[in-house]
Structure formats: structure tokens, C-alpha cells
């Protein structure tokens, strides 16, 4: 007996070192993905009003700055800056943090909810998701909504096992937070409160009302004080797409399948990098499902599935977006977590199924098929350096700020507006800010005092360069002449001369520009993506 049980113990030591070196190998090679062009990557679009809000010199005024940004997210990144400095590196330090948290969060959480090698394989697609390692060094709030979604069910959780009034509190405390940080988090929390009365004994279940009553209110004052300002019509159009088609069965069937097919592409399409990579993905988590269906727990389907139908609902009113078009389907990163465990969850029952066979090829094959559709060289190259919203405006607007010329009129893209008052450190009196990207006969004098000498265009976050010249030839007219161009990553500037002065151009030559860099096509840059600020 004594040496059965000293066998026992030693393996279950073994067992823990194991799992310790894994986690250790998982977590590391996932916090240095986030870390990894993190500051190096220059501020795009969306993220540049962030910035500019983290710059604004009161708090106040960074919450105007911030738009449709969460509170919380934009006071504490506003605070970083104000303490630290508004570079990019500190900037995104926030989105940064809550990568990690989410990251170390899963496995505590996973380890509740499926077992060992579930929880195993689903902390390594969360530390290797190019989604969510963008997120994680990006200036945006989503890294956050995955965090909250783990954060509050992790404390769900812990609250069954041990109940008190302290772990109530501190689910409350969590959930309030998370509605200043999140907007995901108004459709996770319900999901929560029905888990726990559902989990909760009858006479407790005073305190799952009590719950309920606290973010009911935090909800209430939330919309109030700040989201109900930050409803954006135009927004609320560019999504149009993305709501339910209720005209009939067969055009609401249409269009959810169109939605699922985009939610499942968006989440697994850099796993595999091929047009229907995507299904590995589908087919797995539909095995999720059915394995958690017969042997549970079946709280995790509510986890994953019942964010998403609240969001379904909100978008039948026109209120959010369901897996949209554009990369909408970032709006729904908090069911991130738990699509990768129900995935991890499908493949291990998967392979569990296949040991059984008398044949042992099976298991090999499919983990080699896996391996080479995953295509695990292109993964870590996405996440080291990811080319999604890569706009490379830093060294056009130093470039500009260096030979720009007394005289000289600067027209700046609507899409490039934010990033060019970030990174442009000279006078922008008198630059013409875009309105829209699809602006035509701007009026730029030919002759005469107010005349310019030259013309300089800036452009970010746009189709294509064939695009941009023709939309700058709808601009400017026949009259200018390019004369030159730069690119670089989804950022252009031009320099145009006019007919009038080319003969005494001369007098002021063009510079000579260095080299063009490859260009990366922009995808979802349809107007107006950005709220179209005055012209100044």
C-alpha cells in the first residue's frame, strides 16, 4: 500500500510539473507575441482619435475626444499618457495588459469547465489567435472584452464554489467595471445572472436578484451619463448591413448563415490561412457543442451561446452588430474565449474518438493535416507582425514636416485625419482637412496671392493606390500635376504642381523622394467608417 500510494503521489507530482512547464511554455510564447511590434507599429485610423483623446489636457475633454471609446478605457489610457508620455508603446499598454490578463484568466477558467487537455489546447489557440494578439497591442477597447467576459465568469465560478458575502461583492464590484470598460460586457452579464440562479440554491437566490438590481443600475447610469451621447447615426447606418433580414424565413436564413460564416472566418481564417481554412474551425466547435450537450458542463454553452443571442437581439433593433462585415465581428471578441475552448473541446474529443479505432494511423494523419493547413510559419509571422490596419504614416508626416516649403497648401485624407495630427509636429494652420472620401473640385485658388506654390496630399487607410489618384484627380481637376509620390504600408503622400507654375518649378524643385514601399491593400474603408470632423 505504501508503495502504491508513493507511486501515485510521484506521478501526480509528475503530472503537476508537466502542466507547469506547458503553462509556462504557453504563457510565455504568448505574452512575447503581444509584446512584439507593439510599439513599432505606427497608430492607425481608429486608433489615432484614441491617442489624440489620451493627449487632450483634461478629462473631460479626453471623453469627448473619445467618441464611441468606453469611459474607463478612455480615463485610464488618458492617465497612462498623462504620467507616462502618449507613445504608442504606453498607449497600448492598457490593451496590452488586459491580453495578458485574458490569457492567464483562461486557464483557471477552462480548468472549471473542460478538462485537462481541452483547457491545454485551448490556451494555446487563445495565446496564438492572431485576433486576439492583435488586440492585445492595438489602441482599442476589445482586448478588454475578452478580459471582463473571463474575469467575471472566473469570479461566477469561484462564487459556487465558495460562497460568502466577499465573493458577491467583489462580482458585483467586477461586473460595474466591466460596463465602463466594455460594451460586450451589457450582454455577458445577464448571462451570468442566469447562470448563478439557475446554479443557486432558492433562499440565496436573493442575492442573484440583489446582483442584478446593482448592474441594472450601473447599466442605467452608464447609458445615461455617457453612452446614450455616444450613438452615432452614422454609424448606426454603416452597420445596416449587419442586422437581421426579417423580410421572411428563407432572407433571415440567408442572411444568418451569411453572419455565421463571417463570425467562424473572422476567428479561425489566420489559423489556416486558405479560403475555407475557416470550417476546421466550425467543424470542431460543432463537436464542442455536441460532447458538452451530452457529458456537460453544459453552463459553458450559456457562456458562449447566450451573449450571442442578446446581441442578436440588440442588432434586431438596430442597436449593435451582429458578426458583421469589415471586421465587425471584432465587436463580439468577448465570446473569443469561449469559441477557442469549445474548439480545443472538439478536437480533443475528436482525437479521444480516434484512439479508440484499432487503427492508429488516423490520430497522425489528422494531427499532420492540422499542422500543414495551419500553415504555422504564416501564423507566426501574422502575429509578430501583423499587416491588418497596418498604416505606416509616421515616416510620410516626418518626411513632410522636413520638406514642406513657405507657400506649400496640405490636403489631408479624411481616413488619415487622426493619424496626421498625431504624428505631424508642424503648423497645421491652413491644412484643408477631408470631408469625405469621396470629395470632388476642391477649391484650391490657381493664381493670385492666396495661390500655392505646391500641393501636398496625405493619404491613410484607403483601397488602393489606383483608388487614391483617382479620387485625387476628382479633387484637384486637370489643372495639378503629380509630381511625385511615396507609400508606404495603406499610406501615401503625394505632390502635386500645377499646370501654371511648371515652368518655373525650378524656382522651387520637388525634393527627391526616397523609394516607395510596398503597398497593403486596406479592406472595410467604405465612408464614413470615421466621424467626419470639421474642416479647419
Known amino acids: 500500500m505504501a508503495a502504491a500510494s508513493k507511486n501515485h503521489q510521484g506521478t501526480w507530482t509528475s503530472r503537476f510539473s508537466q502542466d507547469t512547464l506547458y503553462l509556462l511554455i504557453i504563457w510565455g510564447a504568448g505574452i512575447i507575441l503581444r509584446l512584439w511590434d507593439m510599439s513599432a507599429r505606427n497608430l492607425w485610423t481608429d486608433e489615432a482619435w484614441v491617442?489624440?483623446?489620451?493627449?487632450?489636457?483634461?478629462?473631460?475633454?479626453?471623453?469627448?475626444?473619445?467618441?464611441?471609446?468606453?469611459?474607463?478605457?478612455?480615463?485610464t489610457v488618458w492617465g497612462l499618457a498623462q504620467t507616462l508620455g502618449g507613445s504608442e508603446a504606453v498607449l497600448r499598454s492598457l490593451s496590452f495588459a488586459f491580453g495578458v490578463g485574458t490569457l492567464i484568466l483562461f486557464w483557471f477558467v477552462a480548468r472549471r469547465l473542460a478538462s485537462r487537455a481541452a483547457s491545454l489546447?485551448?490556451?494555446a489557440l487563445v495565446a496564438v489567435s492572431p485576433v486576439l494578439v492583435y488586440f492585445s497591442k492595438e489602441l482599442k477597447q476589445y482586448s478588454?472584452?475578452?478580459?471582463?467576459?473571463?474575469?467575471?465568469?472566473?469570479?461566477?465560478?469561484?462564487?459556487?464554489?465558495?460562497?460568502?458575502?466577499?465573493?458577491?461583492?467583489?462580482?458585483?464590484?467586477?461586473?460595474?467595471?466591466?460596463?465602463?470598460?466594455?460594451?460586450?460586457?451589457v450582454f455577458v452579464l445577464p448571462t451570468i445572472l442566469v447562470v448563478l440562479w439557475l446554479k443557486t440554491p432558492r433562499p440565496p437566490r436573493r442575492w442573484v436578484a440583489g446582483l442584478g438590481a446593482c448592474w441594472g443600475l450601473a447599466v442605467i447610469a452608464f447609458y445615461f451619463l455617457v453612452y446614450r451621447h455616444q450613438v452615432n447615426p452614422m454609424l448606426v447606418n454603416y452597420w445596416?448591413?449587419?442586422?437581421?433580414?426579417?423580410?421572411?424565413?428563407?432572407?433571415?436564413?440567408?442572411?444568418?448563415?451569411?453572419?455565421?460564416?463571417?463570425?467562424?472566418?473572422?476567428?479561425?481564417?489566420?489559423?489556416?490561412?486558405?479560403?475555407?481554412?475557416?470550417?476546421?474551425?466550425?467543424?470542431?466547435?460543432?463537436?464542442?457543442?455536441?460532447?458538452?450537450?451530452?457529458?456537460?458542463?453544459?453552463?459553458?454553452?450559456?457562456?458562449?451561446?447566450?451573449?450571442?443571442?442578446?446581441?442578436?437581439?440588440?442588432?434586431?433593433?438596430?442597436?449593435?452588430?451582429f458578426m458583421g462585415h469589415y471586421n465587425g465581428s471584432r465587436l463580439l471578441l468577448f465570446s473569443a474565449p469561449w469559441l477557442y475552448l469549445l474548439t480545443a473541446i472538439g478536437l480533443t474529443a475528436a482525437f479521444a474518438w480516434l484512439r479508440r479505432l484499432p487503427q492508429r494511423w488516423p490520430i497522425p494523419a489528422l494531427a499532420v493535416l492540422i499542422l500543414i493547413t495551419a500553415q504555422p510559419l504564416a501564423l507566426l509571422q501574422e502575429d509578430l507582425r501583423p499587416l491588418?490596419?497596418?498604416?505606416?504614416?509616421?515616416?510620410?508626416?516626418?518626411?513632410?514636416?522636413?520638406?514642406?516649403?513657405?507657400?506649400?497648401?496640405?490636403?489631408?485624407?479624411?481616413?488619415?485625419?487622426?493619424?496626421?495630427?498625431?504624428?505631424?509636429?508642424?503648423?497645421?494652420?491652413?491644412?484643408?482637412?477631408?470631408?469625405?472620401?469621396?470629395?470632388?473640385?476642391?477649391?484650391?485658388?490657381?493664381?493670385?496671392?492666396d495661390s500655392p506654390q505646391r500641393l501636398w496630399l496625405v493619404a491613410a487607410h484607403f483601397p488602393d493606390i489606383a483608388y487614391l489618384k483617382l479620387f485625387a484627380a476628382k479633387l484637384l481637376g486637370p489643372g495639378w500635376h503629380e509630381e511625385a509620390l511615396i507609400s508606404r504600408h495603406n499610406a501615401a503622400l503625394f505632390l502635386f504642381i500645377h499646370q501654371n507654375r511648371l515652368m518655373t518649378k525650378s524656382r522651387h524643385a520637388p525634393p527627391e523622394l526616397p523609394q516607395s514601399a510596398p503597398l497593403t491593400p486596406s479592406a472595410g474603408t467604405a465612408c464614413p467608417e470615421t466621424p467626419l470632423p470639421p474642416r479647419q
Open 388 to 449: 491588418d490596419n497596418r498604416q505606416e504614416l509616421k515616416p510620410l508626416a516626418a518626411y513632410l514636416q522636413d520638406h514642406i516649403l513657405p507657400g506649400d497648401q496640405v490636403y489631408v485624407y479624411l481616413h488619415a485625419i487622426y493619424p496626421f495630427k498625431y504624428y505631424y509636429r508642424g503648423n497645421v494652420d491652413g491644412v484643408l482637412w477631408g470631408t469625405d472620401c469621396t470629395e470632388k473640385n476642391l477649391h484650391v485658388p490657381a493664381a493670385g496671392l
Open 121 to 123: 489546447a485551448g490556451l
Open 144 to 185: 478588454g472584452d475578452a478580459f471582463f467576459a473571463l474575469l467575471v465568469v472566473w469570479l461566477a465560478e469561484r462564487l459556487q464554489e465558495r460562497p460568502g458575502k466577499a465573493p458577491w461583492l467583489a462580482l458585483a464590484l467586477a461586473g460595474s467595471l466591466a460596463l465602463g470598460f466594455s460594451h460586450g460586457a
Open 240 to 321: 445596416g448591413g449587419d442586422y437581421p433580414n426579417f423580410a421572411g424565413l428563407m432572407p433571415f436564413s440567408i442572411w444568418l448563415a451569411g453572419a455565421l460564416g463571417r463570425y467562424f472566418h473572422y476567428f479561425f481564417h489566420y489559423f489556416f490561412f486558405s479560403t475555407w481554412g475557416w470550417l476546421w474551425g466550425a467543424v470542431f466547435t460543432a463537436q464542442g457543442i455536441l460532447t458538452l450537450a451530452h457529458t456537460g458542463p453544459r453552463r459553458l454553452l450559456l457562456y458562449w451561446g447566450g451573449p450571442l443571442l442578446l446581441t442578436l437581439a440588440a442588432a434586431s433593433g438596430h442597436r449593435y452588430p
Open 51 to 75: 491617442a489624440l483623446a489620451a493627449l487632450a489636457p483634461t478629462p473631460g475633454a479626453a471623453l469627448t475626444l473619445g467618441r464611441s471609446t468606453p469611459p474607463f478605457y478612455t480615463l
